[in-house]
């Protein structure tokens, strides 16, 4: 029964696009042992608009799908922002101001097999995509990645 509730809590979370309720945040080891939040880095050179753009790994989930596999929900926040400088304009002073300031979201969920250590990007959703990301993000599904020492994301689930 138990692993029922369990069940219908995950679909309803994936359903709804937010990480499950009993999902273990991994975001911080996620940071710290991998290069994920440096490759964002670099997408955001590639994409991100502004002389103040920036990307953001927000959040990183982890809830067990079934004996072997394990569902990963992820968050990434790419900011574009253009700031002009200070200057005088018609001989009044003209303080610094955003041009413009928005943030695209991706969230992304996939399966990680715990035997292989092989991660499956299941679905990409770009949010707010000012950037025309979708066609991008959804070359991502279906591929697999090697998450290597995976195990050690999934302690205590």
Request: hydrophobic fraction near 45%.
């Given at each position: 029964?138990?692993?029922r509730?369990r069940?219908?809590?995950l ?8 990480p499950?309720?009993l999902?273990k945040?991994?975001?911080a080891e996620?940071v ?7 490759r964002l880095?670099?997408?955001c ?9 920036g990307?953001t790994?927000?959040?990183v989930t982890?809830?067990?799908?079934t ?7 992820g968050r ?5 922002h253009q700031t002009?400088?200070?200057q005088?304009?018609f001989?009044?002073?003209?303080p ?6 928005y943030?695209v979201?991706?969230d992304a ?8 250590c092989n991660l499956?990007v299941?679905r990409?959703q770009?949010?707010d995509?000012?950037?025309?990301l979708t066609?991008?993000a959804?070359?991502?599904e ?10 050690r994301?999934l302690?205590?689930l």
């Amino acid at each position: 029964m138990a692993a029922r509730i369990r069940g219908i809590v995950l679909a309803l979370a994936v359903l709804f696009g937010a990480p499950p309720v009993l999902a273990k945040d991994i975001t911080a080891e996620v940071v710290r042992d991998t290069d994920l939040d440096e490759r964002l880095v670099l997408a955001c050179r590639t994409y991100c608009l502004g002389n103040r753009a920036g990307a953001t790994l927000n959040q990183v989930t982890v809830d067990r799908a079934t004996a072997t596999t394990f569902r990963v929900a992820g968050r990434a926040s790419l900011r574009n922002h253009q700031t002009t400088e200070g200057q005088t304009l018609f001989g009044a002073q003209v303080p610094i101001f955003d041009v413009y300031y928005y943030t695209v979201t991706i969230d992304a969920i996939g399966t990680l097999d715990a035997t292989t250590c092989n991660l499956r990007v299941d679905r990409v959703q770009v949010l707010d995509d000012r950037l025309n990301l979708t066609d991008v993000a959804r070359r991502e599904e279906g591929k697999v990645y090697l998450v290597p020492n995976c195990l050690r994301f999934l302690a205590g689930l």
